[in-house]
């Protein structure tokens, strides 16, 4: 289908934006960041940055991150704190991207890896965490026993890592692999205590549940056509256990290696600096001398012709077919690469988040998003978390000497992610072809 592309620029009449609202909007992402380092510093975040090797001399106009701060703050303003950080950290990275000709050009490529970089060490540590829940519920759901979820509670830079709750797939196996195995560190000791009462919980959780069962069998085994259970069901059910602990290991581990890198990151002196030079940008914007009377709209419009070329070379035809087992290509591949097909849709993801941030830059930034190009973003997030889990779930089976249940559990669940993927294309390719009339480009495009 033929598809207009659009943008969220306003109405047809209107004055042109120009330099004086580029200046304004890294101006107000500036104020954003350092309004979300100062909650992050008095909500106790980053306070074990005192003995940080990495930290950076003293006598800095920005104070290190908990120095000044109160410790034992909520978590959720940590959270919080985090998140807006990164959101104005891509925001910014992204207009110095779009509009780079109307800015210093030496700045802006100092400026751009510097606020890359630190979104991306500071987002490793929570994907990590919704990775490993996302598959834990992912095996208990095609184990037949989907639990109900807590409310996670998501560990910044600067707070102490905790483990959740074991879910029934891996309790089981937890409990015999704790008993050969002893905590080396006060991290570890810390997880260890706190899992032995999780285990005991869900075995007994799981032990009624098993006892419920074999009354309901016994009390229907005398009724016309009762099926019997199947005799592979325990071997399966010990198998998702056994990858459930696996994948709680491995990305567990390295949730605490991004966490120890989200820690050195924030009391580093390349930190500091990339704060350094936002506070200076909250009051002074680099432009070059034609910027301030130059029109934004063309370097914008540049932005949204390469999404369009991008989403242009998506197999969207076959992405509008249901049931098209594409994502599943691949899926037996020993190369422990990521899946090559995905790149293409992690690239629109991008360039759509390139495309929302030069709108927020032309228009006003009071106006509202279109729907289209946040539930198209959205579907975008969902295929890279499916994806990123998939690699994840082939990763584990690739571990030397697991059973073959393990084995097995793992790949019905790596191509369970892969079908994840498949319906977020689906989900993209319908709300990328619907057309949201009225908002042209002010010049009448």
Not at 146 to 161: F, H, I, N
Not at 211 to 216: E, M, T
Not at 241 to 246: E, F, I, Q, R, V
Request: glycine fraction near 8%; charge should be positive.
């Amino acid at each position: 289908m033929a598809q207009r592309h659009h943008d969220l620029t306003g109405p047809a009449a209107g004055p042109a934006a120009t330099g004086d609202a580029l200046a304004g909007y890294l101006r107000a992402q500036a104020t954003e960041f350092l309004r979300a380092l100062r909650l992050h510093r008095e909500s106790g975040g980053a306070a074990s940055h005192g003995s940080s090797p990495a930290g950076g001399p003293a006598g800095r106009a920005h104070p290190r991150a908990g120095e000044a701060g109160t410790a034992g703050g909520p978590p959720q303003d940590r959270v919080d704190a985090v998140r807006a950080l990164r959101r104005s950290a891509r925001r910014i990275s992204g207009s110095l991207h779009t509009f780079r000709p109307l800015l210093d050009p030496e700045w802006s490529e100092e400026m751009r890896p510097e606020l890359a970089w630190l979104s991306g060490t500071l987002a490793l540590e929570h994907a990590y965490g919704a990775r490993l829940e996302r598959l834990l519920l992912a095996l208990n759901r095609l184990s037949g026993s989907t639990p109900t979820p807590s409310p996670a509670q998501t560990p910044v830079p600067g707070t102490p890592t905790a483990t959740p709750k074991p879910l029934p797939a891996q309790a089981h196996a937890r409990s015999q692999a704790q008993a050969q195995t002893q905590p080396h560190t006060q991290a570890q000791q810390q997880v260890h205590q706190q899992t032995q009462v999780h285990v005991r919980v869900q075995a007994q959780t799981q032990a009624q549940t098993q006892a419920s069962g074999a009354a309901g069998q016994a009390l229907g085994g005398g009724r016309a056509g009762a099926q019997p259970a199947a005799p592979d069901r325990g071997n399966l059910t010990v198998g998702a256990a056994k990858a459930g602990a696996l994948l709680d290991r491995q990305l567990t581990l390295a949730r605490t290696r991004a966490h120890s890198t989200a820690l050195q990151a924030l009391g580093s002196s390349r930190f500091h600096a990339v704060a350094d030079k936002v506070a200076v940008l909250a009051s002074e914007v680099p432009l070059t001398p034609a910027a301030l009377t130059a029109d934004l709209r063309p370097l914008a419009r540049a932005a949204e012709e390469r999404l369009t070329d991008a989403v242009t070379a998506l197999p969207l035809i076959t992405a509008g077919s249901p049931y098209n087992a594409e994502a599943l290509i691949h899926g037996l591949s020993p190369d422990p690469a990521p899946h090559p097909q995905d790149a293409p849709w992690h690239q629109v993801r991008l360039l759509l988040r390139l495309h929302r941030y030069a709108c927020e830059v032309v228009h006003d930034s009071g106006a509202p998003l279109d729907a289209r190009l946040l539930t198209a973003g959205q579907a975008l997030d969902r295929h890279r978390d499916a994806s990123e889990a998939a690699a994840a779930a082939a990763q584990a089976a690739r571990t030397p000497r697991i059973a073959p249940a393990t084995a097995y559990a793992l790949g019905v669940l790596h191509a369970d992610q892969r079908h994840e993927v498949e319906a977020a294309r689906y989900a993209f390719q319908r709300s990328w072809q619907k057309q949201t009339i009225g908002t042209p480009w002010p010049d009448g495009r």
